[in-house]
């Protein structure tokens, strides 16, 4: 349509993750193949002209910056006919809290946070000594280097002969014997003392089977 012009709205978020709506106007101009375009951010706006030269699509670069950001409008034609346009991608988010956390196999740990966003915050690194035996124990699962066990070669979990990680697994070494012993007792307990409770409920049944004999 050469008359009416077309305004496309989109929000963008700042480094902040404050919302910022962006607004753009496509108008046709004074002259045949040309248009005006007007992008509004924030408080801001900008306004540019440009030409198809007959060609129906639009120059490159055709770029309006507005408020430090770019707009570009070089992919547009305008070939006659009925035209949509719209936002095809937003990358953008606001801002989010973290809300949980989950650690790969290459010891990447990734924040999951309440905007849907997922960010790689730290990576647990491994290492590996010539001759792990010489390790030097020295209690709650830590050992310390030695001459006898060489200087530790740290890397990335997966590579260069290291072990890849595995989240949400306890290893035996890591283990409380006395916990874990208390917790079972406590289990065979709990099933001793539902079996007793049945058990008791079978005899009250059978006893009013026979009081009605």
Known sequence: NTTTPITLSVDTYDALGNRIPLTV???????????????????????????????GVFPNPATVTVGGVDVDLSAL?????????????????????????TIGPDGSVVGVFSNGQRQ???????????????LEKVGDSTYRPTLN???????VPGTAGLGSLQSHTL???????????????????????????????????????????
């Open 149 to 155: 066990s060489g200087l530790p070669q740290i890397g």
């Open 171 to 213: 290893e035996m070494s890591n283990v409380d014997l006395a916990a874990e012993f208390t917790n079972l007792v406590i289990a065979q307990r709990g099933f001793q003392a539902n079996s007793r409770v049945i058990t008791t409920s079978d005899e009250l049944l059978h006893d009013l089977v026979n009081l009605k004999r």
């Open 120 to 134: 790689v915050l730290a990576q647990i690194a491994l290492a590996n000594f010539t001759n792990p035996e010489g």
């Open 77 to 101: 034609t305008a070939y006659a006919g009925e035209k949509t346009v719209k936002v095809e991608d937003q990358n953008g988010s606001p801002a989010g809290t973290l809300q949980a956390y």
């Open 25 to 55: 106007e496509i108008a046709p101009g004074a002259n045949p193949d040309e248009w005006q375009v007007t992008a509004t951010l924030g408080g801001a706006t900008a306004t540019a002209t440009f030409t198809t030269g007959g060609t």
